[in-house]
């Protein structure tokens, strides 16, 4: 024997064995009666043993075909009790989730969501753990990150969760006080209220209209690794501060912010669900991405939000 029987052979000699005829088996396969027994000339032949005899008129399985036949149909029955409980997993999904977030996005957006998740699906146990930084890609410690911006890695699987834009913003009273920048360049002499995440440069911001892109080194009062402090300082009129439209639009919305240097551009910070690929069946990963991109895009279109933004390619 060269190679071991595929279900389709399997499931080829159990229909065959059925219909008791080749012409029979050839309607039931809409095919030739020809192409009936050229296909179990070439498994037998494989196999290396006559799984029937045939006469003009009817055919009957050899001993060797029975012990073949009865192996068959137990592993078909097998494969589609397989089959449905993958689907029931996929329906009713259980385990542990692991979720990586960022502090303040990560408190604010995803453990609300999480715990709506977990209603919906009590099979799941969830466990959350915010870090300033993203984790290395690499390490699975964790199923889903939710990050800002594709990963460099094209091994990593990358789902859009939504569209997010940085804005630059400041209270209605520093803007009283000090007035609005007109242009870039008058971030050098306005407070500015950097976020120092990982590598970014400090103090250091990159504005783009149209094709041209300016680098400001902004004059930096005051600066923390958590975006939600930064935040606070700008509503208490303490400078300009550079966030996620998600984390500030409720501010934005009720005129506790005002957003400055609006014709420009900065750094996208679209919203990601990142996985390897060795998750990508999981029951609990594929619900867990589906419940968010639901979710985001309802919130998103309440807020009058961007909803989406292309897929991966």
Same mark, same amino acid.
């Given at each position: 024997m060269n190679s071991p029987s595929l279900p389709s052979d399997m499931a080829f000699f159990s229909l065959l064995a059925r219909c008791g005829s080749l012409a029979s088996a050839a309607r039931e396969f809409g095919v030739s009666a020809p192409a009936v027994t050229k296909r179990l000339a070439q498994l037998e032949a494989r196999l290396g043993v006559q799984l029937l005899t045939r006469s003009t008129r009817r055919m009957h399985v050899t001993e060797e075909g029975e012990l073949y036949l009865l192996h068959a149909r137990r592993i078909l029955s097998d494969i589609e009790d397989m089959e449905r409980l993958v689907s029931s997993a996929r329906q009713h999904p259980q385990g542990l989730l692991r979720v990586n977030a960022t502090l303040g996005f990560g408190r604010n957006h995803v453990a609300p969501l999480l715990s709506r998740f977990r209603k919906r699906y009590p099979?799941?146990?969830?466990?959350?753990?915010?870090?300033?930084? !993203?984790?290395?890609?690499?390490?699975?410690?964790?199923?889903v990150c939710i990050r800002f911006g594709e990963p460099p890695d094209a091994r990593i699987i990358a789902k859009p969760i939504a569209a997010n834009r940085r804005l630059l913003c400041a209270s209605p009273a520093y803007i009283a006080k000090h007035g609005a920048p007109a242009q870039p360049s008058d971030l050098a002499r306005h407070a500015c209220i950097d976020i120092r995440?990982?590598?970014?440069?400090?103090?250091?911001? =990159?504005? =783009? =209209?149209g094709k041209r892109v300016e680098t400001v080194k902004v004059n930096v009062r005051m600066s923390t690794n958590d975006g939600d402090i930064a935040v606070n300082w700008a509503l208490d009129g303490h400078g300009i501060v550079q966030r996620a439209e998600w984390d500030i639009a409720r501010h934005l919305e009720s005129g506790r912010l005002v957003q400055v240097l609006k014709p420009y551009q900065l750094p996208a910070a679209d919203i990601y669900a990142v996985y390897s690929a060795t998750h990508q069946?999981?029951?609990?990963?594929?619900?867990?991405?589906?419940?968010?991109?639901?979710?985001?895009?309802?919130?998103?279109?309440?807020?009058?939000? !961007?909803?989406?933004?292309?897929?991966?390619?």
């Amino acid at each position: 024997m060269n190679s071991p029987s595929l279900p389709s052979d399997m499931a080829f000699f159990s229909l065959l064995a059925r219909c008791g005829s080749l012409a029979s088996a050839a309607r039931e396969f809409g095919v030739s009666a020809p192409a009936v027994t050229k296909r179990l000339a070439q498994l037998e032949a494989r196999l290396g043993v006559q799984l029937l005899t045939r006469s003009t008129r009817r055919m009957h399985v050899t001993e060797e075909g029975e012990l073949y036949l009865l192996h068959a149909r137990r592993i078909l029955s097998d494969i589609e009790d397989m089959e449905r409980l993958v689907s029931s997993a996929r329906q009713h999904p259980q385990g542990l989730l692991r979720v990586n977030a960022t502090l303040g996005f990560g408190r604010n957006h995803v453990a609300p969501l999480l715990s709506r998740f977990r209603k919906r699906y009590p099979g799941v146990d969830v466990q959350l753990q915010l870090t300033v930084s !993203p984790p290395p890609l690499t390490d699975d410690a964790f199923d889903v990150c939710i990050r800002f911006g594709e990963p460099p890695d094209a091994r990593i699987i990358a789902k859009p969760i939504a569209a997010n834009r940085r804005l630059l913003c400041a209270s209605p009273a520093y803007i009283a006080k000090h007035g609005a920048p007109a242009q870039p360049s008058d971030l050098a002499r306005h407070a500015c209220i950097d976020i120092r995440h990982g590598s970014e440069t400090y103090g250091v911001w =990159r504005l =783009r =209209r149209g094709k041209r892109v300016e680098t400001v080194k902004v004059n930096v009062r005051m600066s923390t690794n958590d975006g939600d402090i930064a935040v606070n300082w700008a509503l208490d009129g303490h400078g300009i501060v550079q966030r996620a439209e998600w984390d500030i639009a409720r501010h934005l919305e009720s005129g506790r912010l005002v957003q400055v240097l609006k014709p420009y551009q900065l750094p996208a910070a679209d919203i990601y669900a990142v996985y390897s690929a060795t998750h990508q069946y999981a029951s609990r990963v594929i619900a867990f991405v589906n419940f968010l991109q639901r979710a985001f895009a309802s919130k998103a279109s309440a807020a009058g939000l !961007p909803r989406g933004l292309p897929a991966r390619e």
